[in-house]
């Protein structure tokens, strides 16, 4: 029974100067081309709780010692920065902004034990973390600081907002709420009862990781498609799993959340309080996207006039983290521009 909770787990996942300087890695370990626009510079920071994260900070060229608006950038969930954040964040930087594309914790190169774990809690603390850190940078204004999420961190991104009066604006891309989705199942079809299987098995896990020492793991992609699978499992497969996407650190190209992270989702809901952010929000997803409804649903929650959501023609949810066809840069840079003024 575990196994297959496992299983099912997985696929849900699967949807879903204040800190010091590194030394720069010389080799290019992204899953994007370099720009020669922006110099990157490794970053770490500790979030509240103490675990260290690891960013890629992503500067204009020639910035002297003007001070310009930065955007903190994660997600998608069970991704590196690597891959689509770092697309976002190296994007964004030509363009003008100081960008820093980090792991949440436990994932990546951040610290945090036991690896591959997930909570609404320390992820949505991460956020305001890396605006701690944006915050004490020194070619940052302080005032001038936004955030985006994408995939699972869109949602967590929102609850940032809601939390931290110092984020300006956020964005949300391809959206997940992955409480929401851990708790309720695809469509919101997994009801009361079945919830109450689930938490059955999951705490049986409990039992048996602390008598192993171990931690057991949620399923994750196939490691070959069959034919036969879901269409968005088959489009995150092309992300993850292909030269496109993968990247070793990677949880999604390459490993598995603990089975037993999917506890807090179900338990401790985000967003309870997105229709209090006053600042800007900005949320976009694919028309075509099996998940569209989360950001539909966060829209409707949220209140006041600077809010915008924004549906792009024929774009699938995994088409948002590294199609720049379809990805609107353009259109995040002008919010990121007007909003952080």
Same mark, same amino acid.
Not at 178 to 207: C, F, H, I, P, W
Not at 295 to 324: P, Q, R, T
């Given at each position: ?87 976002? $964040?190296?994007?964004? &930087? ?6 820093? $594309? ?25 956020f305001s973390a890396a605006v701690d850190f944006l915050s004490n940078y020194a ?22 907002? $809601?939390?931290? =009066?110092?984020?300006? $604006? ?36 409990? =039992?048996?990781? /602390?008598?192993?020492?171990? @931690? &057991? ?7 070959k498609l069959t034919g036969d699978e879901p269409l968005f499992i088959k489009e ?5 799993? =292909?030269?496109?996407? /993968? ?8 490993? &598995? ?36 409804? @989360? ?33 609107? @840069? ?12």
């Amino acid at each position: 029974m575990a196994q297959g909770i496992g299983k099912i787990f997985g696929i849900l996942l699967l949807l879903f100067l204040g800190g010091k300087s590194m030394a720069a890695d010389k080799s290019w370990d992204k899953v994007f081309a370099k720009s020669e626009q922006v110099n990157v510079q490794k970053v770490q920071f500790k979030n509240r709780y103490g675990i260290e994260l690891v960013g890629d900070l992503y500067i204009p060229k020639n910035v002297g010692k003007q001070k310009l608006a930065a955007i903190a950038v994660a997600g998608p969930f069970g991704a590196v920065k690597e891959q689509a954040s770092g697309f976002y $964040a190296q994007t964004l &930087a030509q363009k003008g902004f100081i960008t820093l $594309a980090f792991d949440a914790s436990y994932t990546g190169e951040s610290g945090g034990e036991p690896r591959s774990v997930a909570s609404p809690d320390i992820n949505t603390e991460d956020f305001s973390a890396a605006v701690d850190f944006l915050s004490n940078y020194a070619n940052v204004d302080s005032k001038r600081i936004g955030i985006l999420g994408i995939c699972g961190f869109g949602g967590f991104a929102l609850n940032a907002a $809601a939390m931290d =009066t110092r984020i300006r $604006a956020t964005v949300a891309s391809t959206m997940y709420d992955m409480t929401r989705v851990n708790a309720r199942g695809y469509n919101d079809t997994m009801d009361a009862k079945a919830r109450y299987k689930l938490k059955e098995s999951l705490n049986n896990q409990r =039992t048996e990781d /602390f008598k192993k020492g171990t @931690f &057991a793991k949620a399923g994750g992609l196939p490691e070959k498609l069959t034919g036969d699978e879901p269409l968005f499992i088959k489009e995150y497969f092309e992300y993850y799993k =292909t030269p496109r996407g /993968f990247h070793a650190r990677s949880i999604n190209s390459n490993g &598995a959340w603990n089975l037993t992270s999917s506890l807090s989702m179900i338990n401790m809901p985000i967003l309870a309080y997105s229709d209090e952010i006053q600042s800007a929000v900005l949320i976009i997803h694919g028309d075509k996207a099996h998940s569209r409804y @989360f950001s539909e649903d966060a829209f409707k929650k949220l209140k006041g006039k600077n809010k915008e959501l924004l549906l792009i023609k024929d774009a699938n949810h995994v088409d948002l983290y590294d199609n720049a066809q379809k990805i609107p @840069f353009e259109r995040i840079a002008q919010f990121f521009n007007a909003n952080l003024k």
